[in-house]
C-alpha cells in the first residue's frame, strides 16, 4: 500500500489549503486516516484523524479552522486548511491504519510528507 499526500505549499497568513492523501494498493479496509505534522525541533504530532465509521478527532490548535474528511471510494483522506497561521508551518504527513486482505494483516503506513509554509 503507498500513500500519496499532495496540496501542500506556500500561503499567507489568513489563506487556506487543502491536502489530499491517497491510499492505492492491495486490497485493504481502513480503520483510520490522519494527518500528523512536523515542524522544526518539535516532535510530530497528530492534527487530525478520521475512523471508518466517520468520526474525527482534532488537535486542539486546529479545531475550528481545521476539517478532514474522507472519500471512502477513492480511498481519499483531505485536510482542509482555513484561517491558516504561522505556527501551522510544518511537514504535514498522512497516515493509515488499515487491514490488508492478503496476507491478511493489520498494518500503519506513512505518505511522504508535503511542506505547509505559512508567511506572515
Known amino acids: 500500500v503507498q500513500l500519496q499526500a499532495s496540496g501542500g505549499g506556500l500561503v499567507q497568513v489568513g489563506g487556506s489549503l487543502k491536502l489530499s492523501c491517497a491510499a492505492s494498493g492491495s486490497s485493504f479496509s481502513v480503520y483510520f486516516m490522519a494527518w500528523y505534522r512536523q515542524s522544526p525541533g518539535k516532535q510530530r504530532e497528530l492534527v487530525a484523524g478520521?475512523?471508518?465509521?466517520?468520526?474525527?478527532n482534532y488537535a486542539d490548535s486546529v479545531k475550528g479552522r481545521f476539517t478532514i474528511s474522507r472519500d471512502n471510494a477513492k480511498n481519499t483522506v483531505y485536510l482542509q486548511m482555513n484561517s491558516l497561521e504561522p505556527e501551522d508551518t510544518a511537514v504535514y504527513y498522512c497516515?493509515?491504519?488499515?487491514?490488508?486482505?492478503?496476507?491478511?494483516?493489520?498494518?500503519?503506513?506513512w505518505g511522504k510528507g508535503t511542506q505547509v509554509t505559512v508567511s506572515s
Open positions: 497516515y493509515a491504519d488499515l487491514q490488508i486482505s492478503w496476507p491478511y494483516s493489520r498494518r500503519q503506513y
Open positions: 478520521i475512523r471508518d465509521g466517520g468520526a474525527t
